[in-house]
């Protein structure tokens, strides 16, 4: 019933930004962890970056001064804000809650960096 819906991706050159958006209907996220996580081709999905209930955020090594993960509770919406992005940023974005039962896997967002 709960579903996730990413947009935001594109095609963008290196060093160029874009604003990933997550949205979660038919669930409250006010409480939950929400993560964004990637998966490039031939690899496993990974974790990207978190944000609590609390606004406290978490973010991978490599994408660490770069992006920035934010809520909005009241739209039940996540967003992770790119920035100088990398062809090794190039991926499919997820976003899904952290801990117990996890939504649905939405489609994911492409985001390709290319020059």
Known sequence: QVQVVESGGGLV????SLRLS????????????IAWYCQAPGKQRELVAHITSSGTTNYADSVKGRFTISRNNAENTVYLQMSSLKPEDT???YC????????SWG???QVTVSS
């Open 13 to 16: 050159q290196p060093g160029g």
């Open 22 to 33: 997550c949205v979660v209907s038919g669930g409250i996220i006010r409480f939950q962890t």
């Open 91 to 93: 991926a499919v974005y």
């Open 96 to 103: 899904n809650k952290v801990g117990g039962f996890p939504y």
């Open 107 to 109: 489609q994911g967002t």
